[in-house]
């Protein structure tokens, strides 16, 4: 048998109280959060929270929902490489949110799983009823009330509905929640984690999973001087035609700029290409942080 769940996070604010959910039916979810935490960490616990709650069954094959790239992509891309760099990225900074990958790592050893990207807030009856609980957990985190915590997975025999209550009374990881330097160094990390979702070429050959990282109203300028926006990049990709290739970074400045936008500006050097200085602003709303304008120019010769 294949158990078919949602799995979201919601943060209010981003940074700000957080929760996460899973979903299986009204019979089978659980819910729980932080006082403070990040959309990302919401994902990423809520699809971990998952496999604990069906640990006690570890030959049925789960089929995971999820709204997010960025929790399929940690997950199922990037985290073997992660974990063989000694949990470090490509330039060598420590990856977020890692203390709690580490706990994914070990908790999908051995079990079956696959993730399908399914798109939020578009009446997606198992993805809804999780945001709903994910969202609730945040909500009642910001009030100061008891979090319905949901009856976990049931359906299996042994109940266990993955340790809400431990969840509940969990400090958010250490490296969300520890001082740093620089306010808005979280919230920029995240970005530059999306970021580095929006490069990926297998996820810039699919609208479908590109426009998740897209605000409505994106335009980037092209090293060319071109200018795509959404309705051109998804004019552009269902008729076969690519992207501006990608390539390797090297981060200049991360920083959030106010409290809506994000800025990173990196050096890229693509293949095919000169290398790039780019500037991408990553805007906050109700769906997390998502990309609102792009630039990229071909770098000056000294």
Known sequence: MTIIAA??????????????????????????????????????????????????????ELKILCDSQYAIN??????????????????????LNQDILKELDQA??????????????AGHELNEA?????????TAHQQGTAVEAGPGYTAGGSASSGSPAETEAA????????????????????????????LDPQIRASFAELNDFLHPGYQEVTRHGGLLDVATVRSMLESGAALPSTGAVQV??????????????????PADS?????????????????????????????
């Open 252 to 269: 200049l400045a991360a920083r959030e700029v106010d409290a809506q936008m994000v800025l990173l500006a990196y050096r890229m050097k």
């Open 7 to 60: 799995a979201d996070g919601s943060a209010l604010g981003n940074p700000g109280p957080a929760g996460w959910a899973w979903y299986v039916d009204q019979d089978n979810w659980a819910a729980g959060g932080w006082d403070h935490g990040t959309n990302n960490m919401g994902e990423l616990q809520a699809v971990l929270e998952l496999f604990r709650a069906t640990e006690h069954l570890p030959d049925e």
């Open 130 to 138: 999780a945001d709903g609980h994910a969202r609730a957990a945040a």
């Open 74 to 95: 940690c997950i199922s891309k990037w985290m073997p490489g992660w974990k063989k760099k000694g949990w470090k990225k490509a330039d060598g900074k420590p990856v």
């Open 274 to 302: 000169p290398v790039l200085v780019v500037s991408s602003w990553w805007q906050r709303t109700e769906r997390g942080l998502k990309l609102r304008f792009r630039q990229e120019t071909i770098e000056q010769a000294a």
């Open 171 to 198: 400090p958010a990881p250490a490296e969300e929640t520890a001082a740093t330097p620089e306010p808005g160094m979280d919230i920029a990390a995240a970005a530059y984690e999306l970021e580095q979702g929006f």
């Open 108 to 121: 999908i050893s051995g079990r079956k799983y696959t993730f399908e990207w399914v798109k939020g807030h």
